[in-house]
């Protein structure tokens, strides 16, 4: 196994660990605000245990959601400092895995993945 992989691995590990914590963080908020956010936490959580692209990017983007509201001072007021430091840093981690881990798309169904120059659109 390369460096890299070994690397984005620990990294995918410890992003779940945040993501589950943050679903038993949200889940503490005890109305149906924390749930609504802790169900999208858990989904995105799924997303990136079954290494899908949507899974990452979506975390970082829930990443700079969490860095922003605490930031505005909306949400995480006892733990504002660490929420903002935490989110700042988990963006280029999930862009990272994003690319590293995140399965690629599968072709196309319409052209079975052929390269073919008979249905060119465009003249030479």
Same mark, same amino acid.
């Given at each position: 196994m390369s460096k890299i992989l070994i690397v984005a691995n620990v990294l *995918? !590990? +410890? %992003? @779940?660990? !945040?993501?589950?914590a #943050? !679903?038993? =963080? +949200?889940? /503490?908020?005890g109305n149906v605000y924390g749930l609504f956010l802790a169900a999208v936490t858990a989904a995105i959580a799924w997303g990136v245990y079954k290494h899908q692209r949507w899974?990452?990017?979506?975390?970082?983007?829930?990443a700079l959601a969490c860095y922003q509201l605490s930031k505005q001072g909306y949400e995480f007021q006892a733990i504002k400092r660490q929420v903002m430091i935490l989110g700042f840093? @988990?963006?280029? !981690?999930? @862009?990272? %895995?994003?690319?590293? @881990? =995140?399965?690629?798309? /599968?072709? #196309?169904?319409? *052209? *079975? =993945?052929?390269n073919n120059d008979i249905n060119r659109k465009m003249p030479d």
């Open positions: *995918n !590990v +410890f %992003l @779940l660990l !945040v993501l589950i #943050s !679903v038993a =963080g +949200f889940i /503490s908020f899974g990452y990017f979506a975390a970082a983007a829930w840093s @988990l963006i280029p !981690v999930a @862009l990272f %895995l994003h690319e590293t @881990l =995140g399965k690629a798309a /599968s072709k #196309s169904a319409q *052209n *079975n =993945g052929k």
